[in-house]
């Protein structure tokens, strides 16, 4: 028979898959979210902020990112087994993007970008997380990492944190995503060039939230949208 976390790894989902145990250990929304499978439609609020420098429109036109925005969003989620398709509609803008699992790391791609991040748990998080145990109902102890409780993955180089600079949002319990590798049309770029990028997934006052920024060094603020989405339909 399998282990509890065998079974919670081969749960249909790309997040349950990448998060393995970890995954229960998620605030509510962000388990719904993600633990649902098949097409999903949520909506909520949004404010975008895009550069106003020509290459950073430039770029930002290339990667389809979305164009500045107050009000409104749909998020449009197709989970599959073998992946998911996001579209965030911000008014008349939409940004689509695909997520891939693999070696448990997520694949986002963008356009002719392709981006690798770690999840990890981050904000006050049960003691659970913090001490890097949790207990199952089995009886059985398993090791779980979160950024309170590093993963193997949290040193060494060629990674960046995207939690660096974190606002006044940090402490709400939810999710970093920490970039590790970027390719451009199949081309590994320099990670150093996208230092400025971070994103979290978190809850607050009982309602899912994202914060996520990017930036390039000599070219400044490519987008910045933060908002929330009503998951409980």
Known sequence: MKNAPERLKTREGLYPRVLGVRFVLLPRTLRLLHGRGGRQRYRGEAEVERG??????LFARIAGLPKAHAGPIEVEIDAGPRGETWTRRFGKSAMRSRLL?????????????RFAFALELSGELPEAAASGVLSLQTGAAVTVS????????????????????????????GLTWRLVRV????????????????????????????DVRAALPGIGLLVHYQGWLDVEG
């Not at 699992?101 to 970008?113: A, I, K, Q, S, T």
């Open 101 to 113: 699992e693999r070696d448990g790391l997520v694949f986002e791609r963008l356009g002719p970008m």
């Open 146 to 173: 979160s950024a309170l409780s590093p993963s193997p993955m949290s040193g060494g180089m060629g990674q960046l944190s995207m939690s660096e600079g974190a606002d006044e949002d940090a402490n709400e319990p």
């Open 52 to 57: 106003p420098g020509l290459c950073s429109r």
């Open 183 to 210: 390719r451009a049309l199949g081309l590994p770029l320099p990670l150093g060039w996208f230092g400025g990028v971070r994103a979290r997934e978190f809850e607050r006052d009982g309602r899912y939230r994202f």
